[in-house]
């Protein structure tokens, strides 16, 4: 069955780095759109960024933008996202997850609703 599994999570201080991984099995991985979003308490989950599948194209939101990188390497299921100078609003759980097959554009990958399988997520705490 599909398993999507986050690690790299933790505390860091702002302005430092996490890298997450997510590591995937169960199914043809370098088929598939891949995605990150987040969730902090008390907030609805957001679109953080996501992967085509073949790595060629990424997309971010606003405010990650020029901080976050996605990455993936198909040979080895995964996918990552690397986080630079972290500030104490990207707190939150992370979660990785994959699309479903099918169409879309630079808006459409954000929506939540187009992907199918979540990891369970991982805590990212930014300390000030």
């Known amino acids: 069955q599909v398993q999507l599994v986050e690690s790299g999570g933790g505390l860091v201080q702002a302005e430092g780095s996490l890298r997450l991984s997510c590591a995937a099995s169960g199914f043809s991985f370098s088929s598939y759109a891949m995605g990150w979003f987040r969730q902090a308490p008390g907030k609805e989950r957001e679109f953080v960024a996501a992967i085509t599948s073949s790595g060629g194209t990424t997309y971010y939101a606003d405010s990650v933008k020029g901080r976050f990188t996605v990455s993936r390497d198909n040979a080895k299921s995964t996918m990552y996202l690397q986080m630079n100078r972290l500030k104490p609003e990207d707190t939150a759980v992370y979660h990785c997850?994959?699309?479903?097959?099918?169409?879309?554009?630079?808006?459409?990958?954000?929506?939540?609703?187009?992907?199918?399988?979540w990891g369970q997520g991982i805590q990212v705490t930014v300390s000030s």
């Open positions: 997850a994959r699309r479903s097959p099918g169409y879309y554009d630079g808006v459409t990958i954000r929506d939540a609703g187009a992907y199918g399988y």
